[in-house]
T-cell receptor, first 115, second 113 residues
Framework: DTGVSQNPRHKITKRGQNVTFRCDPI?????LYWYRQTLGQGPEFLTY????????KSRLLSDRFSAERPKGSFSTLEIQRTEQGDSAMYLC?????????????FGDGTRLSIL | GEDVEQSLFLSVREGDSSVINCTYT??????LYWYKQEPGAGLQLLTY?????DMKQDQRLTVLLNKKDKHLSLRIADTQTGDSAIYFC?????????????FGKGTMLLVSP
């Protein structure tokens, strides 16, 4: 059973550039979640998908952020016109479908550093 | 709204028991989780409990829930140096459709030989 896979592991870019991260969930999981974690804090929810449908977005997800999951498998998170405050670890998680007792399993994250 | 609080730091000696505490605010039926994060890595699910349970044990891990006080604890028996990490308490509740997790800031556990 392979876990949640995220690429790249690290991304360094200049302020104002666009970046895109990819997440491959556990294969039989149809829910996929994105979280952001800054230094010294716990992860904060950004958005989640059930299959290809994006069901919820946090207020943290500004209009510079967009997430997709076009075929209900992998997902991408794009940040346009990056800012210093976007520096963080971006974590992806997945879980089995509906049901209240389906725990989320996390990938190792993509660490974004904005110069 | 949901809020989760944890103490920030705990130091123990190898072989001792560790107890990490967490308080939460949501009073509705909720799931409560413990995750472990090692440096530079993602979160590893350790265990979880539903709020109609008082206790759950899984090998060296024991979770105790005091629903009245909204207090959750994670006890690690025979703590090893490999247990050194940050431990996060998280909850999901019907208010979010159990779809999102609200995390505490994490407790750094340092195990000395």
């Amino acid at each position: 059973d392979t876990g949640v896979s995220q690429n790249p592991r690290h991304k360094i870019t200049k302020r104002g550039q666009n970046v895109t991260f990819r997440c491959d969930p556990i294969s039989e999981h149809n829910r996929l979640y994105w979280y952001r974690q800054t230094l010294g804090q716990g992860p904060e929810f950004l958005t989640y998908f059930q299959n290809e449908a994006q069901l919820e977005k946090s207020r943290l997800l500004s209009d510079r952020f967009s997430a997709e999951r076009p075929k209900g498998s992998f997902s991408t998170l794009e940040i346009q016109r990056t800012e210093q405050g976007d520096s963080a670890m971006y974590l992806c998680a997945s879980s089995r479908g509906q049901g209240s007792n389906q725990p989320q399993h996390f990938g190792d994250g993509t660490r974004l550093s904005i110069l | 709204g949901e809020d989760v609080e944890q103490s920030l730091f705990l130091s123990v000696r190898e072989g001792d028991s560790s107890v990490i505490n967490c308080t939460y605010t949501d009073s509705s039926s909720t799931y409560l989780y413990w995750y472990k994060q090692e440096p530079g890595a993602g979160l590893q699910l350790l265990t979880y409990i539903f709020s109609n349970m008082d206790m759950k044990q899984d090998q060296r891990l024991t979770v105790l829930l005091n629903k009245k006080d909204k207090h959750l604890s994670l006890r690690i028996a025979d703590t090893q140096t490999g247990d050194s990490a940050i431990y996060f308490c998280a909850e999901s509740s019907p208010g979010s459709g159990y779809s999102t997790l609200t995390f505490g800031k994490g407790t750094m556990l340092l195990v000395s030989p």
